[in-house]
């Protein structure tokens, strides 16, 4: 029974992320809810659900990170699963949001795979969505129902804070991050910069101005992901050479894929700080200081069962 008064909370997950899963649980006092992911011998997925969940309110931890079409269809799958067991009520935990950053068209006949993802959820079943640091915060209005927003930035902001890091300016690597950096800056009370920089094609860019002032200052550079890696090693480079004094990252989502285990050695990074939202590869372990995101979610599946405020956890 839940430690909030009754046995209708319930926490399934899939395989994208079951350490977190399971973290989650343990924060909030439940078990977790017992479910089989497995395969058909052609690959298909298949889903069973071994307990009880009519009238439950149920919560579903799965990021959409890699292998992203397994873990978007496992959690489609588990969904529908729920919904034809009559679970009272639904929630897709998506601790990071995948295909987001097709979120609009930027050329002739691109599709928006953040809508696509959005409509596939709720024609699936879920009654609401609980994410953290969308690539874009407008993909929230890509949904018809209720979606709760996470951000890690107090989390990261407080790891910074216990480091009693002196003359600190905090850089977002990219015009569409301001807000994110702005935030954390406020948090820490250091002033903001950004990176201009254009992507002549995707997973590469270009740094072609630095807006504010870095000369002499250790710069902290604030990021909703890192990818290859490829980003991160132009911006601190650029940051060295516009006289930073040392350049530290963070980022919320740790994607780290392709070449990102070579690129990332070489942006010299005093230090690298992410969370758990996706697990992270054995080769990546020994780079990366890792905050956990599970009493964020913890609180918010509380809040949200309980009929209170998400938005009240960041004020």
Do not use: W
């Not at 979606?147 to 905090?170: C, G, S, W």
């Not at 072609?208 to 290859?228: F, P």
């Amino acid at each position: 029974m839940s430690p909030y008064g009754d046995d209708k909370l319930k926490v399934f997950s899939g395989n994208a992320n079951k350490d977190l899963a399971n973290e989650i649980c343990s924060y909030i006092g439940v078990e977790p809810g017992s479910i089989e992911v497995g395969r058909f011998s052609n690959g298909e997925i298949k889903v069973i659900i071994n307990e009880n969940v009519r009238g439950s309110d149920v919560f579903v931890v799965q990021p959409t990170s890699s292998p992203v079409n397994d873990n978007l269809m496992e959690l489609l799958i588990i969904i529908d699963a729920l919904r034809r067991a009559s679970a009272s009520r639904i929630t897709a935990v998506i601790p990071f949001y995948g295909y987001a950053r097709q979120d609009r068209k930027t050329r002739g006949r691109e599709p928006i795979t953040a809508k696509l993802v959005a409509n596939l959820l709720e024609s699936a079943g879920a009654d609401r969505v609980l994410t953290m640091d969308l690539h874009a915060g407008q993909i929230q209005g890509f949904f018809d129902i209720p979606v709760d927003h996470l951000t890690a930035v107090p989390l990261l902001a407080d790891y910074f804070k216990e480091q009693a890091i002196e003359n600190v300016v905090v850089v977002s690597p990219d015009a569409g991050g301001i807000a994110r950096a702005r935030d954390m800056a406020a948090r820490l009370g250091a002033p903001v910069a950004f990176i201009d920089k254009r992507r002549p094609e995707p997973n590469v860019a270009e740094v072609m101005h630095i807006v504010g002032q870095v000369s002499g200052r250790n710069v902290i550079l604030l990021d909703d992901m890192i990818d290859t890696g490829g980003s991160i090693v132009e911006a601190a480079k650029a940051l060295r050479e516009e006289g930073a004094a040392s350049v530290m990252a963070c980022a919320t989502h740790p994607v780290f894929s392709g070449r990102a285990p070579e690129n990332i050695p070489h942006a010299e990074l005093k230090q690298l700080v992410v969370t758990n939202t996706i697990p992270i590869a054995e080769s990546m372990k020994s780079v990366v200081e890792v905050i956990s995101v599970a009493p964020l979610f913890g609180d918010a599946i509380v809040r949200i069962h309980e009929g209170r405020s998400v938005s009240a956890m960041f004020r």
